[in-house]
């Protein structure tokens, strides 16, 4: 079976047969007849065959990896983010912004390849930008700037902003479960103001695969 | 010859009865009545606002009416009192304000009844114009519920499954008693529940304490129309409680 989580910017994709572990494309660079047997995300229901909803397949993929009855899982995506959290092993919570949480993971890839900086090699600022999105966020990078702060710790804050907001999108947990490819950014997992534990780019696929097993999370 | 009267809100019942005893034409001009776009209310109306006064001043702008009664009471809201102003400046007909705080109460068969939830809400705004009492359906016994006034756009209610409940000022409005707050407040905490409110909508606070207070709710607000990301966040919520969502057209 073929599953695929169709992210905005990037397709997860795993082959469940083969054993060949799961591969990361550009969606961009997708051809455009690949259909998967199972899919999620925002291409799904016209490039596969059966298709899921997001936040039920990041649901059941946390469920799959947090061996735990009570958390809270956060994905950061490129256009979007969204949470679930789980009480006694049932999904009790959950939330889904699109419009005022939206471009975070987009906008924080363009600005390193604009500026050219490395996000592992920033320290994490004392304080962040108060922003509620990526595009609107950006005014407050051009701002400093022009104010006199270099443009690394400008982005920094952003990037801080981006993550505070995130952390009270999913109502301030104390420890938080985070998905997406922002688990492979130093600089926003240490913005966090709680532990973080990443679970990395493939949270949804674990999720499709229990899906393919017909675990739910329901309550 | 027959008026063609608009009404915004819920007007007072004895209003509702001498428009039909004069058996002149009721329109309903919290719903789209005009195929024009709802950008050109701008000029009158700021375009961040509730969708729902949007449609209100469009309407006017298009339709030829000859008296129109807007409830401003706390039936309705603040936003209905200034869109009041701007109608009154606007129209060359009469704009009566209303304050609209019946206590008799008709029920709400339809509420809690078993029929789609899209039908529901079509059957209770309808339902404003008539004075007569309700016949009788039989209650279902829920297996969700919606919370708040009827949205903009109706295709997002072809989501929940036929046992839905609708709770909120909906329900207020089915009872023809809009500035009932207790009842309004109302949920069943037993049932997963959307709070639902229009996007800047003073009732949003009341949608976003309502579903934090709520064991199993969320809040979702939507402007003009419920666009992908709405539809799948109640898919979600409706797939997570173990139910199955209904027809995902509409995108």
């Given amino acids: ?219 | 010859m027959h008026q063609r009267i608009g009404i915004v809100g819920v007007p007072p019942l004895a209003i509702i009865e001498a428009i039909t005893r004069e058996g002149d034409i009721l329109i309903d001009l919290d719903e789209p009545q005009v195929q024009a776009s709802l950008d050109q209310s701008a000029s009158r109306i700021p375009r961040v606002y509730c969708a729902i006064l949007r449609t209100v001043v469009l309407n006017c702008m298009h339709l030829a009416l000859d008296r129109v009664y807007i409830d401003v009471g706390p039936g309705k809201c603040d936003c209905a009192l200034h869109t009041a102003e701007v109608l009154d400046d606007m129209l060359r007909v009469p704009v009566i304000r209303t304050r609209n705080q019946d206590v008799h109460a008709f029920g709400y068969p339809l509420c809690i009844s078993r029929i789609p939830l899209l039908e529901k809400f079509r059957r209770i705004t309808k339902g404003v114009q008539s004075v007569q009492p309700y016949p009788v359906l039989a209650r279902c016994e829920p297996e969700c519920g919606f919370w708040g006034v009827p949205p903009r756009d109706f295709s997002l209610l072809s989501l929940f499954p036929d046992t839905t409940h609708i709770f909120g000022w909906t329900r207020c409005m089915e009872n023809k008693t809009p500035a009932n707050f207790d009842l309004e407040r109302a949920f069943d905490p037993n049932i997963p529940t959307v709070f639902f409110s229009q996007s800047f909508c003073a009732k949003a606070a009341l949608a976003k304490h309502l579903a934090a207070k709520h064991p199993r709710g969320i809040a979702i607000d939507c402007d003009v129309s419920a666009g992908s990301s709405t539809r799948a966040k109640i898919e979600a919520f409706l797939e997570l409680s173990g139910l199955e969502p209904g027809n995902r057209g509409g995108d």
């Fill in chain 1, 1 to 219: 079976m073929l599953l695929a989580d169709f992210g905005t910017s990037y397709c997860k994709i795993i082959e469940t047969e083969d054993g060949s572990p799961a591969r990361i494309v550009a969606t961009r660079e997708l051809d455009r007849s690949f259909c998967a047997d199972l899919a999620t995300g925002h291409n799904a229901t016209r490039r596969s065959r059966k298709s899921i909803n997001e936040l039920t397949a990041l649901a059941r993929g946390g469920q799959q990896l947090v061996n735990r009855p009570d958390f809270v899982l956060l994905d950061c995506g490129s256009r979007d983010i969204k949470f679930v959290r789980f009480h006694e092993g049932k999904v009790v919570d959950m939330g889904w912004n699109a419009e005022c949480g939206a471009s975070m993971g987009f906008t924080i890839e363009l600005l390193s390849a604009y500026y050219q900086l490395d996000y592992a090699t920033i320290p994490v600022p004392a304080t962040g930008f108060s922003i509620t999105c990526g595009v609107l966020g950006m005014s407050h990078i051009f701002d400093a700037v022009i104010s006199g702060a270099s443009e690394t710790e400008a982005v920094a804050k952003f990037v801080r902003g981006i993550a505070l907001n995130a952390h009270r999108f999913a109502n301030e947990p104390e420890e938080l479960y985070l998905s997406g490819g922002l688990c492979d950014n130093p600089l926003f997992v240490a913005s966090f103001p709680c532990r973080i534990i990443p679970l990395g780019r493939f949270v949804l696929l674990a999720g499709l695969r229990a899906t393919l097993r017909g675990e739910t999370p329901f309550r």
